[in-house]
């Protein structure tokens, strides 16, 4: 059996208290905290009990339906392009000098990468992701050089203390199971004085780029999955991940920003191409889907043959490590 100390379930529940990024499982670790709580009177049978009891939370939630990126060029067409749309907005606003050593946490098929490559003329880049499907588009996509490209874990990064000068995470918080190991991570490998920043759509403000069509789907009683962490994006969430990383300085700021389609198809088709839709879509029968394309259709007020414009919002911070 895995052991799992009274001090380990006191500090799980300080961490899910800290940060509201999953309701239920918060519950959860505050009665194990209660048992922790009573088990000083108890002695060890309360503390198996709370073992098995985590050990057969951490089994739930890996059981879970989880969104996999496999298709760096359908995300490019999904989501790449609304990530360098924000992108533009969040790094002139960051403002980074050049010449500085960056990591690109859940870098993906390498869209933001390629954005920070073009515009900030760093010294280097190091592109980590877990998906080896997406790197390899980032590999084949990058032609300046200084990125490099391998695969890893945001709570686990591969590389020594100290090791960047700047980190971001672009639209990626979201998808760490434990966004307060990964903002920790990146602060670790992040120099003192250096820079660590993430831009993620504000998915329960509504601000996520296919937000109508989510609506919809949840309106028929076919909910897409959602990202693990879906709440960290909120910008008091940022704020508590990031302080609570010890970093300083700490900034915020909103980013709005809006696409064009050519038409409602052209957007339709790029929409169906997100893989917690896909995921959902693949479920549906043809009536269900068609019902929901003029739903959809409808509720943006899309003529035929005519462009389509959407809007999105995403939520930005940085801060610095400690001198």
Not at 142 to 169: C, E, K, T, W, Y
Not at 244 to 263: C, K, N, P, Y
Not at 270 to 278: F, H, P, R, Y
Not at 291 to 314: C, F, N, Y
Request: aromatic letters at 8%; one cysteine or more.
């Amino acid at each position: 059996m895995v052991e799992v100390s009274t001090a380990d379930l006191v500090e799980m529940a300080a961490g899910a208290a800290a940060v509201d990024i999953n309701v239920s499982f918060r519950f959860d670790i505050w009665m194990l905290l209660l048992a922790c709580a009573v088990s000083i009177l108890a002695g060890d049978t309360v503390i198996e009990f709370a073992q098995s009891r985590i050990l057969k939370m951490k089994d739930t939630r890996m059981a879970e339906p989880q969104i996999r990126f496999d298709d760096g060029a359908g995300y490019e067409r999904m989501m790449g392009k609304w990530s360098r749309i924000a992108g533009e907005v969040f790094l002139d606003w960051v403002k980074p000098p050049s010449g500085l050593r960056w990591i690109d946490v859940g870098c993906g098929n390498g869209a933001f990468t390629e954005l920070l490559a073009e515009r900030c003329r760093p010294s280097q880049i190091q592109g980590v992701d877990p998906s080896e499907a997406q790197l390899a588009f980032a590999r084949s996509r990058h032609s300046a050089g200084i990125a490099h490209f391998r695969q890893g874990d945001a709570m686990a990064l591969p590389f020594p203390d100290n090791s960047f000068d700047a980190a971001v995470m672009a639209l990626v918080i979201f998808f760490v199971p434990e966004p307060p190991a990964g903002v920790a991570e990146m602060a670790r490998v992040v120099r003192p004085g250096g820079l660590v920043t993430s831009y993620a759509w504000d998915i329960e403000g509504g601000g996520f780029p296919h937000e109508p069509l989510l609506a919809e789907m949840r309106a028929m009683g076919l909910p897409p999955l959602r990202p693990p962490s879906f709440a960290a994006s909120r910008m008091e969430n940022l704020r508590t991940l990031w302080s609570g990383a010890g970093l300083d300085r700490i900034e915020t700021r909103e980013i709005a920003v809006q696409r064009t389609f050519e038409d409602f198809d052209d957007y339709w088709s790029a929409a169906l191409l997100g893989a917690s839709i896909k995921a959902t879509v693949a479920t549906m029968t043809a009536d269900q889907l068609g019902e929901l394309k003029e739903k959809v259709r409808t509720q943006l007020g899309a003529d035929h043959g005519k462009p389509v414009t959407l809007d999105a919002r995403a939520n930005a911070i940085m801060g610095g490590v400690p001198d």
